[in-house]
């Protein structure tokens, strides 16, 4: 299983920011999927996942902004972060859940930073 | 939400000794969701452990997890310069998921 993120490495303040994450060697129906952060020098933060077409749950503190989606014809998870600040410049993963549970594959991740 | 605290911050230890860090939940969750990563510096986190005890696919029987309610631990046998790295704890069991702070271990 091998998940690779993709998406613009800079967005503007008050833009939203769009990232892919392809998935291979796996099929989307089978497993939950999330969204991870790491600010710069800081911690993980947990996004949130989504199963199957569109069962989600999101990280109460991102809710507003956030939506995740996936188009199984091209094997992809989507992350649409919207109104975007400083805050939220950080790497961004994406991430396999076993059976809906821990975390047992990782993509490498991508940066996005915001900025004017 | 579940908060999760991890200790120490850092942690500086020797080739062979031995580290313990520890991850406090702020309430139980569900069966002992909670799972342990490795992360080196510019790479991603590796699954470590998971349910509490298990150990991935491929982890050495030098770490291990133990613990329950809202008191875990992971333990490192016989450190190697390879175990530098931050190590951070996440739980499961909620439908929020969330990670402790993380814990950096320096070898």
């Known amino acids: 299983v091998q998940l690779q993120e993709s998406g613009p490495g800079l967005v503007k303040p008050s833009e939203t920011l769009s990232l892919t994450c392809t998935v291979s060697?796996?099929?989307?129906?089978?497993?939950?999927w999330s969204w991870i952060r790491q600010p710069p020098g800081k911690g993980l933060e947990w996004i949130g996942n989504?199963?199957?077409?569109?069962?989600?749950k999101y990280n109460p503190s991102l809710k507003n902004r956030v939506t995740i989606s996936v188009d199984r014809s091209k094997n992809q998870v989507f992350l649409r972060l919207n109104s975007v600040t400083a805050a939220d410049t950080a790497v961004y993963y994406c991430?396999?859940?076993?059976?809906?549970?821990?975390?047992?594959?990782w993509g490498q991740g991508t940066l996005v930073t915001v900025s004017s | 939400e579940i908060v999760l605290t991890q200790s120490p911050g850092i942690l500086s230890l020797s080739p062979g000794e031995r580290a313990t860090l520890a991850c406090r939940a702020s309430?139980?969750?569900?069966?002992?969701?909670l799972a342990w990563y490795q992360q080196r510096p510019g790479q991603a986190p590796r699954l470590l452990i998971f349910?509490?005890?298990s150990r991935a696919a491929g982890i050495p029987d030098r770490f291990s997890g133990s613990g329950s309610g809202t008191e875990f631990t992971l333990t490192i046998n016989r450190l190697e310069p390879e175990d530098s790295a931050v190590y951070y704890c996440?739980?499961?069991?909620?439908?929020?998921?969330?990670f402790g702070q993380g814990t950096k271990l320096e070898i």
């Open positions: 991430a396999r859940h076993f059976d809906g549970t821990y975390l047992n594959y």
């Open positions: 060697g796996d099929f989307l129906n089978d497993n939950y």
């Open positions: 989504i199963f199957y077409r569109s069962t989600t």
């Open positions: 309430q139980s969750f569900t069966s002992n969701f």
């Open positions: 349910g509490a005890s």
């Open positions: 996440q739980q499961y069991g909620d439908s929020v998921h969330t």
